[in-house]
């Protein structure tokens, strides 16, 4: 964006004068905009929300006094011709003769576009999956990444142009194409299967107005997509800081500059007494529909763009929003000197003249361009009739309705019956002569002016290092809006936190108060596995809420307001007091109800892991979001990954036990380093008993501890207890003194999560908006058209917003207590080693301890030394006696289970 910096006082009398000039011309050059009608056709009433020449007024008034202000400060510093000045005229309106004075260039930028035409896929690309077709389509792995459908064309050689400060209308019944070119004007190409035909800016070729000069035409899609919960000061003040220049009135801060610029905003468009209303949506409470709409041309207002297309814009506004949308529209135009172009439906005659040029596109087709004031009689002379009380769009939009459109008398069997002839009709009219030849003039003024050049030079002062927001000033920026949304909606924050607690009291119930003796050793490690699992199930809750920021994101990015890494370092950077917070409430949630080591030490140790490992999880499912084209491919994806990470975390499937093939998830699991980290901090150091049933046999004859073995994995014949070291080492194979390498581990999961999901956000773009696009059961879409049916009728091609869909989750089903009776083998780690007593075999010693229902049974009953003892039986006798499920309960469970599930499906 660029900004004037030195400005003599002649040079500021010059501007002020011919601001007005240019001013005074527009408003006569647009009777519409000095003598608006005080009632449409319809009688309805003109709003008072946005008055053109208040507008101007409040303008010039704001430059006085910004003017004012600096011959004040340039006198009291006794060098007035020296002085500094900022020219508030060229960041509103832009115009020549103020840049000129400032030395700086004009960056206005007109668009032209010679047999355009667009294609993409048919319905029968897109279907709506069943479980059926997602397997077929799996299996069929030699359609992988092939096109499907047919190609049909959306437009069809359309031509036209605009010139800086016009205003171009694209009228069209819904499918005729009107999105899709503004769409493709805009450089938002994405979606479809081929663009033909030359666009270019101020001749500039449209790829590399793309490549070199990002938002410098921006789109606005026909839904305001803003955060809900900010106000509107919140958003436009994030948008200013962001576009704030350096070079500034003498003692002008960075705010103060913010604030004018806020308070002009406000004013122009209405939205003064909103300033602190949220922005909000269907489902927050906030600005209306006009409200909002102000507000995204407030927001667009302060990009600086050249070009500016508005897509249906007025779409559920009322006739007085829609006026006072569309007036806004025009102060924006003649100020700025921008160029626009908009598509509206059902507008009225007071909307209608305040455009400069129209285009009706029927089928992809251009059945008219030129100027609006002649578009109601081009058709009237060509045979059709217009009553009295029907407005101009609605009679051009019904032309191609047979069952709308009415003919004049003597003109039957001599009007155009179907788009293509229309189109022929149009281009053998004087009007396309008259217009093939404007556009060459417009060229030809091109190639002498060279406007381009002054763009390039313009763009390239807006760019400098001096002018725009580093990139250390957009993490800041968006830092401070991230804590804004969390601030705007404190219930989330609430609901999250109240969350977390109930979930930390429901898992300390289940493992309260372990005892330090066998079986509190065992029951650590289903402990600390749930204190991962929760937190990460927990942060499994960002995907939603990444995805459903992704349009802002779009949006901002086509404006080029900051980059899109920036807005994911501020997210983990706000990420991390919020994550600090839900770890130590959860963990004293916790810790001190499970009974778990009551060393400081330690639960600092487990708090850091904790930390640690929400980052990181956080950034897991961000990166799948980020990479994912929508919310169901991410969550299947992410869910699936999250599965494997789940059952390699070492507990489920201790590591010397893991399958070779798949060894290697488990050194790819964030997870499983995290619970080693823990469980080491947790169980190093300690001392386990093996008193009374935690040793083998037990039993009122079995009382000399020499001949009796501790129930844990790794003891010693004859010991009483057990070290949580060597109990780790025996069981899973972890060394206690690596739990600090574990957590650098977990930290470099973060970062790498961190820098992908930021490169990713930064280089991979999914276009989203325009419309919606009708998806179809397979076999069921409509049959492809052949190309005489198509040149009648051709179907908008958009690309799929399933992110912008209600997303309706389930509660994932689960079941216990389904068991086979079959017999469960010890492996080498899980045998007990016995010594008996001298003169005894293993089966001799033993008999007293199975009498008395002792489970387990002995690999080698005969012998004499040391006898290996299995503490597993039949499965249905182990986990009826050691957990407490009963095989007989087994259908009632059934039974259970798919109620549960249909009640949460239905």
């Keep these: 964006m660029s900004y004037p910096n030195q400005i003599n006082r002649n040079s500021i009398d010059n501007s002020l004068n011919s601001d007005t000039r240019t001013i005074t011309n527009q408003i006569e050059q647009y009777p519409s905009l000095s003598q608006t009608r005080s009632r449409g056709d319809y009688g309805e009433i003109n709003g008072n929300a946005v008055d053109i020449n208040n507008a101007i007024e409040e303008y010039k008034s704001v430059e006085r006094e910004l003017t004012r202000q600096s011959l004040a400060a340039s006198a009291k510093n006794k060098d007035a011709e020296k002085a500094e000045a900022f020219d508030l005229t060229e960041y509103l309106s832009d115009q020549h003769s103020q840049l000129t004075a400032a030395g700086l260039k004009p960056k206005n930028m007109g668009v032209i576009w010679k047999s355009l035409s667009v294609y993409g896929l048919g319905a029968e690309a897109r279907s709506i999956s069943t479980n059926l077709s997602v397997i ?56 479809y299967t081929d663009v033909d035909g030359e666009v270019t800016y101020g001749s500039i070729d ?30 436009l003040r994030f948008a200013l ?28 468009l209405g939205l003064t007494k909103q300033m602190h209303t949220k922005v909000g949506n269907a489902f927050v409470r906030g600005l209306s529909g006009g409200e909002r709409k102000r507000l995204s041309i407030a927001e667009q207002m302060t990009t600086h763009s050249s070009i500016n297309c508005w897509d249906c814009s007025t779409r559920g506004l009322d006739a007085s929003s829609a006026l006072d949308y569309v007036r806004s529209l025009r102060i924006m135009t003649d100020i700025q000197h921008k160029t626009t172009i908009s598509t509206l439906y059902q507008a009225s005659d007071s909307i209608f003249e305040l455009f400069d040029k129209i285009m009706v596109l029927d089928e992809g087709r251009c059945i008219y361009f030129g100027p609006t004031s002649q578009a109601k009689q081009y058709f009237i002379d060509m045979g059709f009739h217009c009553p009295s009380r029907k407005s101009t769009p609605d009679f051009l939009t019904g032309l191609c309705n047979l069952n709308e459109r009415e003919v004049q008398e003597g003109f039957e069997g001599k009007i155009p019956l179907n788009s293509v002839q229309f189109e022929k009709a149009y281009k053998e009219s004087n009007m396309y002569k008259q217009m093939m030849n404007e556009r060459q003039a417009y060229e030809s003024e091109i190639c002498q002016d060279k406007p381009f050049e002054t763009f390039k030079e313009a763009f390239a002062q807006a760019h400098s290092s001096s002018s725009l927001y580093t990139y250390y000033q957009q993490v800041k920026s968006l830092t401070v809006r991230q804590y804004q949304l969390i601030q705007g909606d404190k219930m989330a924050l609430f609901v999250r936190f109240a969350d977390v607690i109930i979930k930390g009291l429901i898992t300390a119930s289940v493992f309260y108060m372990m005892p330090l ?21 927990i942060s499994q809750g960002e995907l939603p809420v990444f995805m459903e920021g992704r349009g802002i994101l779009q949006k901002h990015k086509g404006f080029a307001m900051y980059h899109p890494s920036a807005f994911y370092i501020a997210q983990v950077l706000i990420d991390i007091p919020l994550v600090i917070l839900q770890s130590v409430v959860f963990l004293v ?32 499912f961000r990166f799948w979001g980020a990479i994912s084209p929508n919310f169901y491919i991410a969550s299947q994806i992410s869910s699936i990954l999250f599965i494997a990470l789940v059952i390699y975390t070492g507990y489920q499937i201790p590591y010397p036990r893991m399958h ?15 619970f080693k980290a823990m469980i080491s901090s947790e169980m190093a150091g300690s001392v386990y008993s093996c008193e009374g049933t935690n040793s083998i046999p037990y039993g009122a004859s079995y009382t000399d501890q020499t001949y009796r073995t501790c129930i844990l994995p790794g003891s010693e014949p004859g010991d009483s207890y057990i070290l949580g070291d060597t109990y780790l080492k025996y069981v899973y194979d972890y060394d206690t003194w690596q739990k600090w390498i574990n957590f650098v581990a977990v930290v470099l999961f973060f970062l790498l999560f961190t820098a992908l999901t930021a490169l990713s956000m930064e280089y991979i773009e999914y276009n989203q908006g325009g419309s919606i696009t009708k998806v179809y059961k397979k076999g069921f879409s409509p049959e492809a058209e052949s190309e005489e049916d198509q040149l009648k009728q051709a179907t908008r091609a958009e690309e799929e917003e399933l992110d912008n869909r209600p997303v309706k989750t389930y509660a994932q089903p689960f079941w216990n207590q389904l068991m086979l009776i079959y017999k469960l083998e010890c492996g080498d780690a899980d045998v007990i080693k016995i010594r008996p007593p001298p003169g005894q075999t293993c089966s001799q010693y033993m008999s007293n301890f199975f009498a008395d229902g002792g489970l387990g049974y002995i690999t080698n009953p005969d012998s004499i030394e040391l006898c290996n003892y299995c503490q597993y039986s039949i499965a249905n006798d182990y986990y009826e006696t050691r957990i407490g499920w009963s095989f007989a309960n087994r259908w009632r469970n059934f039974g259970i289970l798919w109620i549960f599930t249909a009640f949460n499906i239905a």
Excluded at 216 to 235: A, F, R, S
Aim: net charge neutral; hydrophobic share 45%; aromatic share 14%.
């Design 241 to 268: 800081k962001n576009k704030t220049p350096s070079t500034r009135l003498p003692g002008e801060t960075k705010n103060d500059f913010v604030n004018e610029i806020l308070y002009m905003l406000g004013n122009m």
């Design 136 to 191: 077929l389509d799996t299996l069929q792995f030699w359609n992988w990444g092939r096109k499907r459908g047919t190609d049909f064309t959306i437009l069809n050689s359309v031509d036209g142009f605009v010139k800086s400060g016009e205003m171009l209308l694209v009228l069209g019944r819904p499918g005729a194409g009107c999105s899709t070119l503004l769409r493709v004007l805009a450089n938002m190409r994405a979606g």
């Design 517 to 537: 003796d066998g079986a509190g050793a065992f029951s650590r490690g289903g402990a600390i596995l749930f204190i991962v699992l929760i937190n990460a199930f």
């Design 660 to 674: 070779p093939w798949l060894m290697w998830i488990y050194w790819i699991d964030p997870l499983a380093y995290s």
């Design 206 to 235: 449209a790829r590399e107005f793309s490549k070199y000069f990002k938002g410098e035409v921006c789109y606005n899609e026909e839904e305001d997509i803003h955060y809900p919960t900010l106000t509107t000061e919140q958003t």
């Design 589 to 620: 949630s916790v810790y001190f109800i499970m009974g778990l080591a009551p060393d400081a030490g330690k639960f600092f140790t487990m708090l850091i892991n904790l930390i640690f490992l929400n980052l990181c999880t956080n950034g897991f």
